[in-house]
């Protein structure tokens, strides 16, 4: 594997101009055999520039491994390049222990002396993952909803359950959102290790990716919101279920 030197994150605040809210680094769970499907977004101004996913052993280092470029696939990584969108998208499959560790989400900036722009994240794996979702992508119809149940270990129980957008980091909190402009958002707790979000009034423009949140940790969820065939009942239908829900 390639090494990459990386030491501009997003700290410096180069990654992504829209961003309101958050850390530098995301952590992420997942159970041991599953797969993790993982947003990267980019400033726009990086929409020609390659974009990779590495692999640091020690997140001090200022080295790192690089896995896989965009629009590639090795091994059991994958990297997506959405330029129109401004983000890539990683896939990683049939996870294991071993691939437990602190990642990167990066633009190759190029030159001695313009460092490589990145994000730093710390994927955890295991048996029964902190935070999870049984279905990492959910799709709804405009003028429809959708509904997410989100899973938390019974240590997480007291920690701030959240939905977030992670284009700018808006986030929902246990409670109703109504706005006459916006889509509702409703987050119920079950206070069993499980909360729902419920969205309602979708619109075209809540297309994107999302995370649910519980304390610091999350997990992503892609939703697309398409028109309805009007010869077509609307289904909401849900895709690419991921890991099992069976938390401690």
């Known amino acids: 594997m390639k090494s990459k030197r990386v030491l501009q994150t997003k700290e410096t605040g180069d990654w992504d101009p829209e961003c309101k809210t958050g850390s530098a680094t995301r952590v992420l769970t997942v159970q041991t055999g599953g797969s993790l499907f993982i947003p990267c977004y980019y400033d726009r101004k990086y929409t020609e520039h390659k974009k990779y996913w590495c692999f640091d052993a020690g997140s001090s280092y200022n ?44 633009v190759e900036i190029g030159g001695i002396i313009d460092v490589d722009t990145t994000e730093q994240l710390h994927l955890t794996v295991q048996s029964a ?60 707790d079950d206070g069993r290790r499980s909360f729902t979000v419920l969205m309602t009034g979708l619109r075209l423009t809540d297309s994107g990716w999302y995370f649910c949140s519980v304390g610091k940790r999350e997990a992503p969820v892609q939703l697309n919101v398409t028109v309805p065939d009007p010869q077509v009942p609307v289904l909401t239908v849900t895709e690419q279920k991921t890991g099992n829900t069976n938390l401690s």
């Open 63 to 106: 080295y790192c491994s690089i896995l896989a470029y965009a629009n590639e696939t090795k091994g059991k990584v994958s990297v997506t390049d959405h330029p129109d969108q401004s983000f890539f998208t990683v896939t990683m499959r049939n996870l294991q222990y071993e691939d437990t560790g602190t990642y990167w989400c990066a």
């Open 129 to 188: 993952p902190d935070v999870s979702v049984v279905n990492s992508s959910v799709s709804g119809h405009e003028g429809g909803d959708i509904s997410v149940q989100c899973f938390y270990s019974s240590e997480y129980q007291n920690e701030l359950k959240r939905w977030c957008r992670y284009q700018d980091q808006s986030c929902y909190t246990v409670g109703r959102t109504d706005t006459s402009q916006n889509t509702s958002v409703e987050i119920s």
